[in-house]
């Protein structure tokens, strides 16, 4: 059995332990899952504004190269005119170009050399507009060639192409922190790093794509960049050299089809989330700590008293009256308990005391006292139990006391009735004679009722024998039933087995008839051949299902026979048993009718004995007059033991069947129970 005690750890522990733990794991989630949203917060504009100033950059470049490229000079001069050189190279040291120039509308440069294979030269010349080209490996540098046309009646007609050092694009790129790990990288539109805060990615030419196909450990960072160089922005995680890495990309505009990506450590912005997870544990130890601590306090505040009232239930139970009930000093329901505990041992005691006290004068033999305490609840009904044993007892000596006076007087009327008795016995003589002759013809027909049961139970044990014959033939013809059951499924069986051979010879003719087809005129013979198996195959297979059909309802013939067999069976077996019952009460008749025999035998000898013991009544008749003298001399002497003892007046006249009326002497002076 639990305790109170026990009940009230088990049930609130688990609720705080319960409640604290939903309260962390919820606030762990929100931690997580704001630290994350401040994230793709960060990192998604923070690409944004790289590219923007990307755009900016690369905006302020073509502005120049277009506005040289509408100048006279650019329109008129060949690309190897000293004065459209001197030109250029103004211009170039004017805007950070590393150097500049023109190429005519057939690709030359000012040294001859032919560049209309270049992309560059080829984008600018299909679109109309600026352009930059991929990374160049110029010696130990890597630049771009930006180029703007030069239209001539709306009609290509060259362009004006400057040289800008690619570390531009690391120089904006690594202006980019996130956190102290972070950083991040441009890809142009094939994949390979042109923007990086370590140079030697772009001087490398490094394309995690490509590595990929070799180095399966950077395919997830090969997925990110294929989609970085479709145009698709968007925020991913993966992981790298151990570390988990979360990353934020978003394309570059501009026809260039570059895209940038930040990338930051996930453990370094998950610190503070661990910090504040340790610090809601703590929390969450501490409240389940401080809970356990005040349930065991409340769980004993209650348990304690209640358990100190239990011991003291089990002194009462034991009869233990006088031992005092502990005291608490709570203000709760516990006190109230104890002091109703106090109030009940002290009225159970009183109780006792007082019916103690009436029981032993009655001991004594006083009858006279009355219950003057005010019995309240069910203790009224022992005041009253009490009250109708007194009342009973003095109307019981007084009727006593009026029998005896009676037995006296009945002694002389016994006298008299034993003269009656000594007459009444000659009458009886007679009338015995009689029930003897009367006895005698009732033997005689019981004596053939006997023989009537003999002959009966030999022809029912003639007819059990029968019957257990035909139980034996009846067994067989069961057996007999089940054999042709078995035989019936296995016919079933073959039946189906000539159905799947039907089956596989109509398929196999059908698959002639398609060869037969194939192989034209050869084949026709071999078609009729195919077409008449497969018309056997079908008869075979409504032959086999009619016939399948047909052992179906002779299997339920069999089955229904089966039934009735062994209800037949059944009712046989049944049958037999009550022809055995039968036999066994035709011998229980037998043998009933032999005892009557016996016993009638035995009522001849009885009616004989009371013919003598009608004459012994005679004789007892004389002794109870005698008898009858000595019961007046026994009456004196219970009259004399009666006045012994003290009754009320009203009580020793009461009638035996009329219970005294409560005395008016009743009062309510003492303690309520």
Same mark, same amino acid.
């Given at each position: 059995?639990?305790?109170?005690?026990?009940?009230?750890?088990?049930?609130?522990?688990?609720?705080?332990?319960?409640?604290?733990?939903?309260?962390?794991?919820?606030?762990?989630?929100?931690?997580?899952?704001?630290?994350?949203?401040?994230?793709?917060?960060?990192?998604?504009?923070?690409?944004?504004?790289?590219?923007?100033?990307?755009?900016?950059?690369?905006?302020?470049?073509?502005?120049?190269?277009?506005?040289?490229?509408?100048?006279?000079?650019?329109?008129?001069?060949?690309?190897?005119?000293?004065?459209?050189?001197?030109?250029?190279?103004?211009?170039?040291?004017?805007?950070?170009?590393?150097?500049?120039?023109?190429?005519?509308?057939?690709?030359?440069?000012?040294?001859?050399?032919?560049?209309?294979?270049?992309?560059?030269?080829?984008?600018?010349?299909?679109?109309?507009?600026?352009?930059?080209?991929?990374?160049?490996?110029?010696?130990?540098?890597?630049?771009?060639?930006?180029?703007?046309?030069?239209?001539?009646?709306?009609?290509?007609?060259?362009?004006?192409?400057?040289?800008?050092?690619?570390?531009?694009?690391?120089?904006?790129?690594?202006?980019?922190?996130?956190?102290?790990?972070?950083?991040?990288?441009?890809?142009?539109?094939?994949?390979?790093?042109?923007?990086?805060?370590?140079?030697?990615?772009?001087?490398?030419?490094?394309?995690?794509?490509?590595?990929?196909?070799?180095?399966?450990?950077?395919?997830?960072?090969?997925?990110?960049?294929?989609?970085?160089?479709?145009?698709?922005?968007?925020?991913?995680?993966?992981?790298?050299?151990?570390?988990?890495?979360?990353?934020?990309?978003?394309?570059?505009?501009?026809?260039?089809?570059?895209?940038?990506?930040?990338?930051?450590?996930?453990?370094?912005?998950?610190?503070?989330?661990?910090?504040?997870?340790?610090?809601?544990?703590?929390?969450?130890?501490?409240?389940?700590?401080?809970?356990?601590?005040?349930?065991?306090?409340?769980?004993?505040?209650?348990?304690?008293?209640?358990?100190?009232?239990?011991?003291?239930?089990?002194?009462?139970?034991?009869?233990?009256?006088?031992?005092?009930?502990?005291?608490?000093?709570?203000?709760?329901?516990?006190?109230?308990?104890?002091?109703?505990?106090?109030?009940?041992?002290?009225?159970?005691?009183?109780?006792?005391?007082?019916?103690?006290?009436?029981?032993?004068?009655?001991?004594?033999?006083?009858?006279?006292?009355?219950?003057?305490?005010?019995?309240?609840?069910?203790?009224?009904?022992?005041?009253?139990?009490?009250?109708?044993?007194?009342?009973?007892?003095?109307?019981?000596?007084?009727?006593?006391?009026?029998?005896?006076?009676?037995?006296?007087?009945?002694?002389?009327?016994? !006298? /008299?009735? *034993?003269?009656?008795?000594?007459? +009444?016995?000659?009458?009886? @003589?007679?009338? %015995?004679?009689? #029930? $003897?002759?009367?006895?005698?013809?009732?033997?005689?027909?019981?004596?053939?009722?006997?023989?009537?049961?003999?002959?009966?139970?030999?022809?029912?044990?003639?007819?059990?024998?029968?019957?257990?014959?035909?139980?034996?033939?009846?067994?067989?013809?069961?057996?007999?039933?089940?054999?042709?059951?078995?035989?019936?499924?296995?016919?079933?069986?073959?039946?189906?087995?000539?159905?799947?051979?039907?089956?596989?010879?109509?398929?196999?003719?059908?698959?002639?008839?398609?060869? !037969? /087809?194939? *192989?034209?005129?050869?084949?026709? +013979?071999?078609?009729?051949? @195919?077409?008449? %198996?497969?018309? #056997? $195959?079908?008869?075979?297979?409504?032959?086999?299902?009619?016939?399948?059909?047909?052992?179906?309802?002779?299997?339920?013939?069999?089955?229904?026979?089966?039934?009735?067999?062994?209800?037949?069976?059944?009712?046989?077996?049944?049958?037999?048993?009550?022809?055995?019952?039968?036999?066994?009460?035709?011998?229980?008749?037998?043998?009933?009718?032999?005892?009557?025999?016996?016993?009638?035998?035995?009522?001849?000898?009885?009616?004989?004995?009371?013919?003598?013991?009608?004459?012994?009544?005679?004789?007892?008749?004389?002794?109870?007059?005698?008898?009858?003298?000595?019961?007046?001399?026994?009456?004196? #002497?219970?009259?004399?033991?009666?006045?012994?003892?003290?009754?009320?007046?009203?009580?020793?006249?009461?009638?035996?069947?009329?219970?005294?009326?409560?005395?008016?002497?009743?009062?309510?002076?003492?303690?309520?129970?």
């Amino acid at each position: 059995m639990k305790s109170i005690k026990s009940k009230i750890l088990v049930n609130m522990l688990p609720v705080v332990l319960i409640g604290s733990i939903l309260i962390g794991a919820v606030s762990a989630i929100l931690n997580y899952r704001g630290t994350y949203a401040v994230l793709e917060s960060t990192i998604g504009p923070a690409a944004d504004i790289a590219g923007e100033a990307i755009n900016e950059k690369l905006n302020g470049y073509w502005g120049t190269l277009t506005e040289a490229a509408a100048l006279d000079v650019f329109h008129t001069s060949k690309p190897s005119d000293k004065a459209l050189i001197e030109r250029s190279e103004g211009i170039a040291s004017r805007n950070g170009f590393m150097y500049l120039g023109k190429l005519d509308a057939q690709g030359i440069g000012p040294s001859g050399t032919n560049n209309s294979d270049q992309d560059y030269f080829k984008w600018c010349k299909e679109r109309l507009s600026p352009v930059i080209s991929n990374p160049i490996h110029d010696g130990a540098q890597v630049v771009f060639l930006m180029a703007s046309p030069i239209l001539t009646n709306g009609k290509f007609d060259g362009l004006v192409y400057g040289a800008v050092d690619a570390s531009f694009l690391t120089e904006i790129v690594s202006g980019l922190h996130i956190g102290e790990s972070g950083q991040a990288y441009i890809l142009d539109e094939y994949g390979d790093v042109i923007g990086h805060p370590d140079p030697s990615y772009v001087v490398d030419g490094v394309n995690i794509i490509d590595q990929a196909k070799s180095d399966r450990s950077v395919a997830d960072i090969a997925a990110i960049h294929e989609r970085m160089i479709r145009g698709e922005s968007g925020f991913d995680t993966y992981k790298f050299d151990g570390d988990s890495k979360i990353f934020g990309y978003a394309p570059i505009v501009g026809e260039q089809g570059w895209s940038i990506g930040i990338e930051a450590s996930k453990s370094e912005f998950m610190a503070s989330l661990k910090t504040s997870i340790m610090i809601t544990v703590l929390i969450v130890l501490a409240v389940i700590i401080v809970a356990v601590f005040i349930a065991v306090r409340l769980a004993r505040s209650v348990a304690n008293p209640i358990k100190a009232c239990m011991e003291r239930l089990d002194l009462l139970s034991t009869g233990d009256l006088h031992t005092p009930v502990p005291q608490i000093h709570s203000k709760d329901e516990t006190a109230g308990l104890m002091n109703g505990l106090d109030v009940t041992v002290t009225r159970l005691a009183d109780v006792v005391r007082d019916v103690s006290t009436h029981l032993g004068e009655m001991a004594q033999g006083n009858f006279t006292m009355e219950m003057t305490r005010q019995y309240r609840g069910d203790f009224v009904a022992i005041q009253q139990s009490m009250k109708q044993i007194n009342d009973s007892i003095n109307n019981t000596l007084s009727q006593i006391s009026m029998a005896v006076d009676q037995v006296a007087s009945g002694s002389d009327q016994v !006298a /008299a009735s *034993a003269q009656s008795l000594s007459q +009444g016995a000659t009458e009886q @003589a007679s009338s %015995v004679q009689e #029930l $003897a002759a009367t006895i005698a013809d009732i033997s005689h027909h019981v004596q053939q009722n006997a023989d009537n049961a003999t002959s009966a139970n030999e022809s029912a044990q003639r007819a059990g024998d029968d019957m257990q014959q035909s139980n034996v033939k009846m067994q067989d013809l069961v057996a007999a039933m089940s054999e042709i059951n078995n035989t019936s499924d296995e016919i079933s069986k073959i039946i189906k087995t000539i159905e799947d051979i039907a089956f596989q010879t109509n398929i196999l003719a059908l698959n002639a008839a398609v060869e !037969a /087809a194939r *192989a034209g005129a050869a084949g026709k +013979g071999f078609a009729v051949v @195919a077409d008449e %198996v497969r018309n #056997l $195959a079908g008869k075979s297979a409504d032959a086999s299902k009619s016939t399948a059909a047909l052992i179906e309802r002779s299997l339920q013939a069999v089955h229904n026979g089966m039934k009735l067999v062994d209800e037949t069976a059944d009712s046989l077996v049944r049958t037999m048993e009550g022809v055995s019952v039968s036999v066994q009460m035709l011998d229980r008749i037998a043998e009933a009718s032999r005892q009557q025999s016996e016993s009638i035998e035995q009522v001849s000898l009885g009616i004989d004995q009371i013919s003598s013991v009608v004459q012994t009544n005679s004789a007892t008749s004389e002794q109870s007059a005698a008898a009858s003298e000595e019961l007046s001399s026994q009456a004196g #002497l219970v009259r004399s033991l009666v006045g012994q003892f003290r009754l009320r007046g009203a009580a020793a006249q009461a009638p035996l069947d009329e219970p005294a009326e409560e005395s008016d002497s009743l009062t309510f002076t003492d303690s309520k129970y």
